[in-house]
């Protein structure tokens, strides 16, 4: 800590108590040196009265950081509020902080000594930057700051003499380690009659003042608490343009999770909505929202403001946000802008179409035509009784991606990191999925009927027609699950990444799409009419169905062996061959041994769990597979890892980042189509950007929080991180001549 | 109609799930841990079960830490607990790969020489605890009662700060949480927001 210049109001003050210090030789001594330091010191304040106008103030300088009182006028008018600063200047890679330091960290502090009947208000401050440190965030200042205050003084200033003004300025500097320090800083300026001339400072001063928050004008602010979420709403000015990427500061600590990512939507009606996470430590009464909103583009209120000051009430509860997840350097303060921006309508429609594109994939076809085939045969059927069961279909399949939406928001709520194929990355899950679709194949190829292996169900869903046509509606979703994540893992990845309500209705259109044909169908007879007449070659149709159904297991059998190794894929071709045969046996015990068959079949049954069992421990297996994996270079591309991609980046080169996954199909179409072109590779090469593919075919939370920190949720995504500038996002369908136009902007 | 109120329902206990799950730690059972010592024994939360346990998150390089050693009033709380049959652990959470990491040998010695009396100082090199507990800061306060449960968790004091006449002064969330929770009445500020230096992760 360093002082400033000996000052005489304390100079006085040192004579007066050693004065009353009394006659003591130790007193008289110090009285000669106070005497001595104050004549000194009119000696001075005389020099600057001969200087007359020009202002003295000395910057003091401290390890980190240079401090600096300045004005905006070279002069003080009596009665008139004047504008100074506190100008601090940051060593490169050291930061500051703002009135809620975030994270850590504590805000920079000012206490003025004012010659009588001057005022000064508090710090007026500039917005924040959001500051990574680790996997935390710091709200503060980098480079250079400006920390405005308005000091009045009297009316009854005689102009003519100097005044000075003086304060302690405390702050806290950190970059790796953290330093308390501080200044003694004062400023002399001439008492003129009239106003004073602009300074040299005047220009900076304006353009801080020019920074500061300002009141939202035109557009309207509210909030609404969501449990471990506040949406605030904020809706433009008529003529406002998109803001872009919009960041929400809270001027109280222990209200908003500093480094949990906010993202924003679009909603139907126009209105921006910031999701912001809920403080873990939860810190005294949260029922208003205030702070600032910073915007990329700024709000676009006539003086197109880039900080606004938010204070509004909030409408419903909170609750204590999730831990966050503090485990790699977030990457997430650097979300590019406006890339979370997409209209909740817009995403409601493309869950629309996706859901009716579903009944078209290769898991779900077979099964869903041939339900719809049988409804061309059902002519005689009452229509009613149709019509209930197709509604019944549909609210089958919406219910069961609403409870997985539901499962899915309460898992990250929860703290997991889990995003959209979540059901993909289990070699469980994967498993079972290999083993249905087998089953079903089998059926389609005429190996055996549902009806002679359980004779008690067919009589059943033609008793309970309703139950069974909502059954059939979850079945055709769980047929499609392993199809929704590699195609559209992306799109769903977004809409998780939403508030609830948005993830809801997402997933809700989904499901009236994919159920919209059939019950389509059901509701209209006269549509049915349109369908072939029922005949010999429904039967063919059925068997060559099986075939799609076949490869679909195929595919499931290579997800396995990419998450846990061959040993796995062995496993469960085993049980497959197992359960083959068990459903022969079974089949074939009403002619003749059907005892020795049926218990045969069993028994196979019975060795096809043993033999699956260690799949449905996948978890483990799963993980000592992703020891060896990481650890392994494949082609030239290393294995993720933030810090490296900080490190790199802030190195100067580029990090090209692939998000991938075995069970995502786009995502082999672009590495084969595109990543791993020789002419692609030869421009990585070129701009040496280093290559980093992040697998995320198992669970890993480094990289479900990387992908949060880009507002994405799902694969494929390929970014390119810029060394000093926000990272840049490519489209899902890679073409050579993206990731060529990507390569120029570096 | 009935769709939506079905569907508000379901959003309701996803909501409430999801409250459920985010609860912040005081009330909830304190992650079980093992470290290592700094004299290189063992170390597990659970075996503490039926004391009160205060957690410390120390780093001596950090200005608020030793604002908090030099006044003494760091020693203070752990001399009291001592006495009072309170276990307190030291743990400093600085990531092996930082700057400020302190082998077991630099923290006994900056112990000694602190006339510090944890019951245990241990070291947590890869950040592991820190993340269980979501800790941000140095110092950064949790305390456990006899059954295991978080009663407190945040901040040591009420002044954020690193001038030496601020602990004394200041109002100790850890002292009054440890008097509260022993007199069995619910701890009044369980939860506050931490203040300090970043914990280097």
């Given at each position: 800590m360093q002082r400033g210049a000996i000052i005489p109001v304390q100079d006085t003050m040192l004579v007066r108590t050693h004065l009353s210090m009394g006659g003591t030789a130790a007193g008289r001594?110090?009285?000669?040196?106070?005497?001595?330091?104050?004549?000194?010191?009119?000696?001075?304040?005389?020099?600057?009265?001969?200087?007359?106008?020009?202002?003295?103030?000395?910057?003091?300088?401290?390890?980190?950081?240079?401090?600096?009182?300045?004005?905006?006028?070279?002069?003080?008018?009596?009665?008139?509020?004047?504008?100074?600063?506190?100008?601090?200047?940051?060593?490169?890679?050291?930061?500051?902080?703002?009135?809620?330091?975030?994270?850590?960290?504590?805000?920079?502090?000012?206490?003025w000594k004012l010659p009588p009947g001057f005022t000064a208000g508090g710090i007026e401050?500039?917005?924040?930057?959001?500051?990574?440190?680790?996997?935390?965030?710091n709200y503060g200042y980098e480079g250079e700051v400006l920390h405005l205050v308005t000091v009045t003084p009297p009316a009854d200033l005689a102009p003519g003499a100097n005044a000075t003004l003086r304060a302690r300025a405390d702050w806290l500097v950190c970059?790796?380690?953290?330093?308390?320090?501080?200044?003694?800083?004062?400023?002399?300026?001439?008492?003129?009659?009239?106003?004073?001339?602009?300074?040299?400072?005047?220009?900076?001063?304006?353009?801080?003042?020019?920074?500061?928050?300002?009141?939202?004008?035109?557009?309207?602010?509210?909030?609404?608490?969501?449990?471990?979420?506040?949406?605030?709403?904020?809706?433009?000015?008529?003529?406002?343009?998109?803001?872009?990427?919009?960041?929400?500061?809270?001027?109280?600590?222990?209200?908003?999770?500093?480094?949990?990512?906010?993202?924003?939507?679009?909603?139907?009606?126009?209105?921006?909505?910031?999701?912001?996470?809920?403080?873990?430590?939860?810190?005294?009464?949260?029922?208003?929202?205030?702070?600032?909103?910073?915007?990329?583009?700024?709000?676009?209120?006539?003086?197109?403001?880039?900080?606004?000051?938010?204070?509004?009430?909030?409408?419903?509860?909170?609750?204590?946000?999730?831990?966050?997840?503090?485990?790699?350097?977030?990457?997430?303060?650097?979300?590019?802008?406006?890339?979370?921006?997409?209209?909740?309508?817009?995403?409601?429609?493309?869950?629309?179409v996706g859901g009716l594109v579903l009944n078209l994939m290769p898991c779900v076809l077979p099964v869903l035509s041939l339900k719809a085939l049988s409804l061309a045969g059902s002519g005689h059927t009452d229509r009613r009784v149709l019509r209930v069961a197709g509604l019944a279909f549909a609210l089958g399949v919406v219910a069961t991606f609403v409870a997985l939406a539901v499962a899915l928001v309460a898992l990250r709520a929860a703290g997991e990191q889990v995003g959209w194929g979540f059901q993909l990355q289990s070699p469980a899950v994967v498993a079972s999925l290999a083993m249905l679709f087998f089953v079903l194949a089998l059926n389609l190829s005429g190996v055996f009927e549902f009806a002679t292996i359980f004779p008690g169900v067919a009589g059943w869903s033609l008793r309970n027609r309703y139950a069974d046509a909502a059954l059939s509606g979850v079945l055709a979703v769980v047929i499609a699950s392993p199809c929704t994540a590699p195609f559209m893992g992306a799109a769903l990845g977004f809409a998780l990444s939403q508030t609830t309500a948005a993830t809801l209705a997402v997933f809700v259109a989904l499901g009236v799409g994919m159920a919209l044909p059939f019950t389509l169908l059901s509701w209209f007879p006269g549509w049915r009419r349109a369908l072939p007449r029922p005949g010999a070659w429904m039967e063919r149709l059925k068997q060559l169905l099986a075939f799609p159904l076949y490869a679909t297991v195929a595919w499931l059998a290579w997800v396995l062996g990419a998450q846990v190794d061959n040993d796995a894929v062995a496993r469960l071709l085993a049980t497959l061959v197992i359960l083959a045969f068990a459903l022969w046996a079974w089949r074939n015990a009403r002619r003749g041994a059907a005892v020795a068959l049926r218990v045969t079949a069993l028994v196979a049954v019975a060795a096809a769990l043993v033999v699956a069992w260690p799949l449905f421990r996948g978890d483990a297996m799963a993980e000592a597979a992703a020891r060896s994996a990481a650890t392994r270079d494949s082609g030239g591309w290393l294995a993720f890892a933030p810090a490296r991609v900080e490190e790199l980046t802030r190195a100067g080169r580029p990090v090209f980042v692939d998000f991938t996954a075995a069970w995502c199909v786009t995502c082999q179409v672009n590495k084969r189509l595109v990543l791993n072109r020789a002419d692609v590779r030869e421009a990585f090469a070129r701009d040496k950007v280093a290559l980093m593919r992040a697998d995320w075919t198992r669970r890993d939370p480094a990289i479900t929080r990387a992908l949060a920190g880009l507002n994405r949720n799902g694969v494929p995504v390929y970014v390119l991180y810029r060394p000093g500038r926000e990272p840049l996002l490519l489209p899902e369908v890679l073409q050579k001549q993206t990731v060529v136009d990507a390569l120029a902007t570096l | 109609m009935q769709i939506r109120s079905?569907?508000?329902?379901?959003?309701?206990?996803?909501?409430?799930?999801?409250?459920?799950?985010?609860?912040?730690?005081?009330?909830?059972?304190?992650?079980?841990?093992?470290?290592?010592?700094?004299?290189?024994?063992?170390?597990?939360?659970?075996?503490?079960?039926?004391?009160?346990?205060?957690?410390?998150?120390?780093?001596?390089?950090?200005?608020?830490?030793?604002?908090?050693?030099?006044?003494?009033?760091?020693?203070?709380?752990?001399?009291?607990?001592?006495t009072d049959d309170v276990v307190w652990l030291t743990i400093n959470s600085t990531n092996r790969s930082n700057g400020e990491y302190k082998t077991p040998a630099m923290m006994t010695e900056w112990i000694r020489t602190q006339n510090a009396l944890p019951r245990s100082v241990l070291i947590d090199g890869e950040s592991a605890v820190a993340r269980q507990y979501a800790v941000k800061t140095t110092p950064q306060m949790v305390v456990v009662e006899p059954g295991g449960k978080v009663i407190y968790a945040g901040a040591i004091d009420d002044r954020p700060s690193t001038r030496p006449d601020d602990p004394p002064a200041a109002h100790n969330y850890v002292q009054a949480a440890l008097k509260e929770g022993k007199s069995g009445v619910a701890v009044a500020k369980a939860s506050t927001t931490p203040y300090g230096c970043s914990l280097k992760y």
């Open positions: 001594s110090l009285l000669r040196i106070a005497r001595a330091r104050s004549a000194a010191a009119l000696a001075l304040a005389a020099a600057t009265i001969a200087f007359a106008a020009a202002p003295h103030a000395a910057a003091v300088r401290t390890d980190h950081v240079e401090a600096e009182l300045v004005a905006a006028k070279d002069g003080l008018t009596p009665g008139v509020p004047a504008m100074l600063a506190l100008r601090l200047k940051i060593e490169d890679g050291w930061h500051t902080y703002w009135r809620n330091p975030g994270d850590s960290g504590l805000p920079t502090t000012l206490e401050w500039v917005p924040p930057k959001a500051l990574p440190v680790g996997p935390l965030v970059k790796e380690t953290c330093i308390p320090d501080g200044a003694d800083v004062e400023l002399t300026l001439p008492v003129v009659a009239g106003a004073a001339a602009d300074s040299k400072a005047a220009t900076a001063l304006g353009a801080a003042r020019a920074a500061l928050p300002q009141p939202l004008t035109g557009w309207k602010a509210s909030a609404r608490g969501d449990g471990p979420r506040v949406e605030l709403t904020l809706s433009p000015a008529a003529a406002a343009s998109d803001p872009g990427a919009i960041r929400f500061f809270p001027y109280a600590e222990g209200r908003v999770e500093p480094s949990a990512p906010q993202t924003l939507v679009r909603n139907a009606h126009g209105d921006y909505v910031l999701t912001l996470p809920v403080a873990s430590q939860l810190d005294g009464t949260f029922d208003r929202v205030a702070g600032v909103a910073v915007a990329a583009n700024g709000f676009g209120n006539g003086g197109a403001a880039k900080a606004v000051e938010i204070d509004v009430p909030m409408a419903g509860t909170v609750t204590a946000g999730a831990k966050p997840k503090l485990d790699a350097p977030s990457l997430n303060t650097s979300a590019p802008a406006g890339a979370a921006t997409m209209s909740l309508a817009a995403a409601v429609l493309l869950a629309l | 079905w569907l508000r329902g379901i959003a309701m206990v996803a909501g409430f799930c999801a409250a459920a799950a985010g609860a912040q730690t005081p009330g909830q059972a304190a992650p079980d841990f093992t470290l290592t010592d700094v004299l290189g024994k063992s170390v597990r939360l659970s075996d503490f079960k039926g004391k009160f346990v205060v957690l410390e998150w120390t780093n001596p390089d950090c200005p608020f830490v030793r604002n908090h050693y030099r006044t003494g009033n760091m020693q203070g709380l752990q001399k009291s607990a001592r």
